[in-house]
């Protein structure tokens, strides 16, 4: 059976994303998992190639094309237009905002599952005030995350998924002691998919611990930092002794959407930008990762063409 092609776009022209994904297309491991097409500017990626050393050949090709995989060779489909002249090393700019939206703009936004190796975590909402976040905990809500996650698992080989639901507030609201949140809208949404593997509500003080031990395959989190804060504690290693800077190794993937889409769990790190010493860790397991569902899906579908996508 042949590779999954995986997408990667860019990213911002001038953070790391371009030196970052050269860097981890140099790993054996990511080559080996599947053949990949970067989306973005030729010639952005084509500098990035001369600040990381790398010696193959840049190849523009049009989208839709039978892309030519070849040893040495990567496959850049042209996104947006742009110059050099006009895209400076850690400088943001509405320009480069344009390219990196012109090469991902037919995606939307998500539940997201997060990995650092095999501690998972999802969360019902995303990038919102606590305010929000605390009314955005509906049971149709919890229910609709628990099924996505069950479903990503599934796509990853596991198929009898362990998946602890966190409370809301300290200790799993103490039967009601803290809130109602637990009683009326995550016990019932628990209760609706057990059958998928959920548990909980859990303390959301443990939890992620037992999670990390093994215990589950994945914990739902109720909001946004509930569940960054230990991932990036288990993935994130910053270290002012290490001059090449922090290492970074964590990554998300996208749940409900059409298409299997991978992102590294970092930004655009503008400060690094241009040294060419950037950890490209996270984009590597992305790729792997999103590579290795796509060839799941492919068995599944008994030898049907897979893809995955992968935004920087």
């Not at 609706?192 to 589950?216: I, M, N, Y």
């Not at 960054?228 to 290490?242: A, D, N």
């Not at 996208?254 to 970092?266: A, K, Q």
């Not at 930004?267 to 060419?276: I, K, P, Q």
């Amino acid at each position: 059976m042949r590779k999954p092609i995986v997408g990667v776009t860019m990213g911002d022209a001038a953070g790391i994303g371009p030196e970052i994904i050269l860097m981890a297309l140099a790993r054996r491991e990511v080559r080996a998992a599947g053949d990949y097409v970067v989306y973005g500017l030729p010639e952005v990626m084509a500098r990035a190639a001369t600040l990381v050393g790398w010696k193959g050949e840049i190849r523009e090709a049009p989208e839709g094309e039978n892309f030519l995989f070849e040893e040495g060779l990567h496959n850049v489909v042209r996104c947006g237009a742009g110059s050099l002249d006009s895209i400076s090393y850690g400088a943001v700019s509405a320009r480069c905002g344009q390219l990196a939206f012109d090469a991902i703009k037919r995606a939307i936004e998500y539940a997201m599952l997060l990995m650092e190796g095999n501690f998972r975590v999802a969360h019902i909402s995303t990038h919102v005030s606590l305010f929000d976040a605390i009314k955005a905990v509906k049971k149709e809500r919890v229910a609709t995350v628990i099924r996505l996650v069950h479903e990503a698992l599934n796509e990853m080989g596991i198929r009898k998924p362990r998946i602890a639901v966190a409370g809301l507030n300290p200790y799993a609201g103490e039967n009601g002691l803290f809130g109602r949140e637990v009683i009326e809208e995550i016990s019932p949404a628990v209760a609706q998919t057990a059958s998928l593997g959920a548990v909980g509500p859990l303390p959301p003080d443990s939890v992620f611990s037992r999670a990390a031990g093994g215990e589950f395959d994945a914990v739902i989190a109720m909001y946004h930092d509930q569940d960054h804060i230990p991932l990036k504690m288990v993935g994130f290693r910053y270290c002012e002794c290490e001059a090449e800077g922090p290492s970074i190794s964590g990554i998300n993937i996208t749940l409900g959407s059409p298409v299997i889409r991978c992102s590294i769990d970092h930004g655009t790190a503008f400060n690094l930008a241009g040294a060419g010493s950037a950890d490209p860790g996270s984009m590597a397991t992305a790729m792997i990762t999103a590579a290795e569902m796509a060839a799941g899906a492919m068995i599944r579908r008994k030898g049907t063409a897979g893809a995955g996508f992968i935004k920087e």
